[in-house]
């Protein structure tokens, strides 16, 4: 079904958000590209207008709340309006606390976390006039749970989670038809672990099972049109993770500190370009897509994910269910 939406989408040359303009493009959107990366914008635009659909590229760094405010307003004046917003830009560095500048955990904060706040920020300027939009907080299972070598990434993705629902019961107290809501992902095979700061002794990977972008992609995409729930939680291991970690988090601690050093690297050397300071698909750059190098282990679907986007149905099959076989029961004593 074309739906013909306005979408912002953050991030959008790479990883997640290069997966989720391209889903959002087979729908007939006009998706709004923000990102730095000049490389990556040119071919994100490009994949938008061969799906289906139409693309305006905005360079920013969501780090300047100033310039996010200036393209949501060039969106606007493109399109006259915004109907979902999705903050997904993000920086990290994988390294111990201790091994970590204090430039660079300011640096992480800023993009992961203020940039959501930058982007939420703006984009309500423009919903909250037509009472109506959605914004899509792009999440991890790390927004719950923290693990050694992402202190600042973890940081970042639990404020989010504060700060977005603080806004949601800000927008349910004042019965406003905006709605936001946050979508909880797992290990993905993104360019991201060849991009991000490493000083870890192998080259950075995602703890293992490894979803595939796409994976992400449709439920970011069914999130921005069902954006009444308040989160979704993508992939079997983000479901374990969440209810480990309310159950037996002490536990959880002691096994992320015995397992997790090691299954966050494999061997060989970090030897990509890195992207805190600068976009890695830059001038002297190149586009490096949505997938990573994991593409061999990565799986393209998610049982779990499926049952998260249709619950409703699930639960009325299962009750239809449940009927038929009282009714079946009861016709049988009564036989």
């Keep these: 079904m074309k739906h013909g939406k306005v979408v912002v989408v953050t991030g959008a040359t790479g990883g997640v ?11 007939g959107a006009r998706v709004a590209l923000l990102a730095r990366g000049r490389e990556g914008l040119a071919a994100a635009a490009d994949e938008v207008q061969r799906a289906g659909g139409e693309a305006l590229v905005v360079s ?18 493109a399109y006259g309006h915004i109907d979902v917003w999705v903050n997904n830009a ?3 560095v994988f390294a111990p606390f201790t091994e970590i ?3 660079e955990f300011r640096r992480v904060t800023e993009v992961t976390y203020l940039g959501y706040v930058s982007g ?10 037509r009472d109506r939009g959605t914004i899509v907080q792009v999440g991890s299972a790390l ?30 107290h004042s019965g406003s038809g905006v709605r936001t809501t946050m979508v909880q992902m797992p290990g993905l095979n993104t360019p991201q672990f060849d991009w991000v700061l490493n000083r870890m002794p192998g080259r950075a990977r995602p703890v293992a099972p490894v979803y595939q972008p796409e994976v992400a992609a449709r439920a970011i995409v069914h999130a921005a049109f069902h954006g009444r729930r308040r989160e979704y939680w993508v992939g079997g291991s983000t479901v374990a993770t969440l209810i480990a970690n309310a159950v037996v988090p002490g536990l959880l601690d002691r096994y992320l500190a015995r397992t997790n050093v090691e299954a966050q690297q494999e061997e060989g050397e970090h ?8 976009p890695a698909d830059g001038p002297h750059g190149r586009d490096f897509g949505a997938h990573g190098r994991f593409d061999e282990e990565a799986v393209s679907s998610s049982p779990q994910d499926w049952l998260s986007r249709n619950r409703g149905r699930v639960l009325v099959a299962a009750a239809a269910g449940g009927l038929g076989a009282a009714v079946t029961a009861g016709l049988r004593r009564r036989g």
């Design 101 to 103: 500048t204090a430039d």
């Design 17 to 27: 958000g290069r997966a989720t303009v391209r889903a959002f493009a087979e729908r």
């Design 90 to 92: 993000f920086s990290g």
């Design 271 to 278: 030897s990509g370009p890195g992207n805190l300071w600068a």
């Design 143 to 172: 927004a719950y749970r923290g693990i050694p070598l992402q202190s600042a990434y973890c940081g970042a993705k639990h404020a989010i989670q504060g700060f977005n629902e603080s806004l949601r019961c800000e927008l349910l």
């Design 120 to 129: 939420t920020r703006a984009a309500l300027r423009h919903m909250l006039p």
């Design 60 to 77: 920013v760094d969501m780090a300047d709340p100033k310039a996010v405010d200036d393209a949501a307003q060039q969106v606007v004046d």
